[in-house]
């Protein structure tokens, strides 16, 4: 057992450290006196732990951008400029525009400037003060790396890079009003691998208030005595001040990540998530050893009644042989959700692969969503092979419907929820609504990649036909006796889902948190590592269930097991709102509407990917079953 233990986290650690160094991202060697650019990034919510206060919620999933005309932050001469940036990061949430900060390698160190003075209408100093009350945080980049704030944990009080800071202080106890930082203390840490070259390796701001007359010559010396209060009643002036400091760094180019990774991996968490990795794979190795066991003794005994005697004597899932390949009900809906679901499937074990090999490193922003897209769009075909399969399987004959559904109903559904949430975002001068250019981007793929390629997997997936039976389907359906209570669809679903998200509820915690407070997502060996384990635990216990079911001689096992493997996404649902309840502190409509549509596709996904996993898997066992006995 220990030794697994120690492989398990090995092999999770080994591939989450390759993750950081992406091969392929040149470094960028400056000299001295090369401009510095510093780009600015969509302001966010961030999960800010207040001294004696309670646990850090989040109070809004609404990101605005940085040169949203409310703020008045300084702009550039000609206006912001809009940065290149893949579809990935666009879908989440970066907004990135050049900045007017005046930054040189190794230039103007120590020295106080101002970069502008702004004048701010009361109404946009409430609007302002509302942002800090809900903790929201800058976001910038220097040379790919985001600005921090050098953070004490309260929990262990363990130094840490905490991506973003603060737009200033909400200090109820003392003020009546929150401080607006107007002053950043910029520390850039480079690294000179070579004589004249030098590369950043890390940017740290300290932003600090600075009240009094906002006019005159500035000093950068903060007064934490006096800091700038915006008055909601009359305008205010502001006069943006920084400070860049020079710091040599023994810190390598390649490394330059750690430090703002390091963080999040409290050894407790990765302790509890390999503790229910191995009391899930002990429950699954249970489960199946059972599961063997009791069949091959039922095949035992049926091959042996059936040799010794004349009257053979039926029970159990052997009575419904002549049914359990009787078509279900609504084939087509059902086919259609297996196809997606494969697709979906296939997706995350690329996008996981891709991760492991290290290709996926924070440093190239947005790469997991973009790979994840482009995987999505180019497995259309996996999507249209196995529904017509499987719908050729039920005896379907609707083979073009079947095609043209497949290929339409879940992006057709997933366009809706997302439209309706973009609605609420630009209704909130959010700058998180997708713009119409990507929106038409992706429209484009589905339509001009997607769509053709599903075409092209329903066409070969009805060359290849069904899948052949091993016995043949009766005449007259059977009679169903009742099931007992634990067997009823709903108890089923809830019960088999409880193990798979056992095992995977300790990573959905970090996977919820990185989705909804913008952290970075990195632990992928452990993601891996969890989906494996919730495929493999969703499959046995589906495979388990559907025997039960058989064995109580209900014979209509194809949407129970696809209810049944998707049992965890109910689990997920609930997850979710308890997420909210504990983690998050939603006032707004727009939050909390976005909130739980977010939360619906990810349960609709979840539905679907486990849902295939457990019905492929228990229409491979059923099959085996009945292949291995013998049937006059
Ligand atoms: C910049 O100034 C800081 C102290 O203010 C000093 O520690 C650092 O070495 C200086 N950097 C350079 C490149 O001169
Ligand atoms: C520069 O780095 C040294 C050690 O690496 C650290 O002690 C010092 O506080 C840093 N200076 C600033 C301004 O961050």
């Known amino acids: 057992m220990a030794s697994v233990l120690q492989l398990l986290l090995l092999a999770s650690t080994a591939s989450t450290a390759r993750a950081f160094y ?202 934490p005595a006096s800091p700038l209060l915006l008055t909601e009643d009359q305008a205010n002036t502001i006069r943006y001040t920084y400070r860049v400091t020079w710091n040599q760094s023994d810190t390598p180019w390649a490394t330059r990540w750690d430090n703002y990774l390091k963080i999040f991996d409290p050894r407790i968490h990765w302790f509890s ?128 419907k079947n095609a043209f559904l497949t290929a339409t109903l879940l992006p057709v559904v997933i366009f809706a929820v997302v439209f309706l949430l973009n609605l609420f975002l630009v209704g909130a001068g959010s700058s998180g609504a997708v713009p119409f250019g990507t929106m038409l981007l992706i429209v484009v793929l589905w339509f001009g990649i997607s769509a053709p390629l599903s075409a092209v997997g329903a066409y070969f997936g009805s060359k290849h036909g069904g899948v052949s039976h091993p016995v043949r389907v009766n005449q007259i359906p059977r009679q169903i006796p009742p099931a007992p209570k634990y067997l009823r669809p709903w108890a089923a679903a809830l019960l088999s889902g409880i193990l798979p998200f056992g095992a995977a509820f300790v990573e959905l915690y970090f996977v919820l948190s990185s989705l909804f407070a913008s952290r970075a997502y990195y632990a992928f060996g452990f993601l891996a590592l969890t989906a494996g384990i919730v495929g493999l635990t969703t499959a046995t216990v589906t495979i388990l269930f559907t025997y039960f079911i058989l064995c109580a001689e209900e014979y209509r096992w194809h949407w129970r097991a696809f209810l049944t493997g998707g049992g965890s996404a109910f689990w997920l649902l609930a997850y979710g709102l308890f997420f909210w309840v504990s983690r998050l502190q939603l006032d707004s409509l727009s939050s909390a509407i976005l909130y739980l549509g977010y939360l619906l596709l990810l349960v609709i996904f979840d539905f679907l990917i486990t849902g295939t996993i457990g019905f492929l898997a228990s229409y491979w066992a059923i099959r085996r079953l009945y292949t291995a006995i013998r049937i006059d």
Not at 26 to 36: C, K, T
Not at 319 to 345: D, K, T, W, Y
């Open 22 to 223: 992406l091969p392929g991202a040149a470094p960028h060697n400056f000299i001295q006196g090369e401009q510095v650019p510093l780009y600015v990034n969509a302001l966010t919510p961030m999960l800010t732990a207040h001294p004696g206060k309670e646990d850090a919620k989040l109070k809004s999933l609404i990101n605005y951008d940085y040169y949203n005309p409310r703020f008045k932050f300084c702009q550039p001469e000609n206006g912001p400029n809009k940065q290149p940036e893949s579809l990935g990061s666009i879908l989440f949430g970066d907004r990135i525009f050049d900045s007017p900060y005046d930054i040189k390698m190794l230039e103007n160190n120590g020295t106080c400037r101002t970069l502008c003075t702004e004048t701010v209408t009361a109404e946009d100093a409430k609007f302002i003060n509302d942002r800090i009350r809900e903790d929201y945080a800058l976001n910038w980049l220097v040379d790919g790396l985001p600005a921090a704030e050098m953070k004490i944990d309260p929990r262990n009080g363990d130094l840490f890079f905490d991506m973003g800071f603060n737009l200033g202080m909400d200090d109820g106890d003392y003020y009546e009003r929150p401080a607006l930082n107007n002053h950043y203390e910029i520390v850039l840490r480079y690294h000179s691998p070579a004589p004249g070259k030098y590369r950043v390796v890390g940017v740290l701001v300290w932003p600090s208030s600075i009240g009094g007359s906002q006019d005159g010559t500035a000093t950068c010396d903060a007064d």
């Open 273 to 400: 998530l390999v503790n229910s990795m191995v009391i899930v794979i002990f429950l699954c190795v249970m489960v199946s050893m059972i599961l063997l066991r009791s069949v091959s003794r039922d095949i035992s005994r049926y091959n042996a009644i059936d040799l010794s005697e004349d009257v053979q004597e039926d029970w159990g899932w052997k009575l419904v042989h002549g049914e359990v390949f009787r078509a279900p009900s609504n084939p087509m809906v059902l086919s259609i959700m297996v196809g997606n679901g494969a697709q979906l499937c296939a997706m995350i074990g690329v996008t996981l692969v891709f991760a492991l090999l290290g290709f996926l490193s924070p440093s190239n922003r947005g790469s997991l969503a973009t790979v994840m897209m482009v995987c999505w769009t180019f497995f259309g075909g996996i999507a249209g092979y196995i529904s017509s399969r499987v719908y050729a399987s039920f005896g379907g004959t609707e083979r073009r």
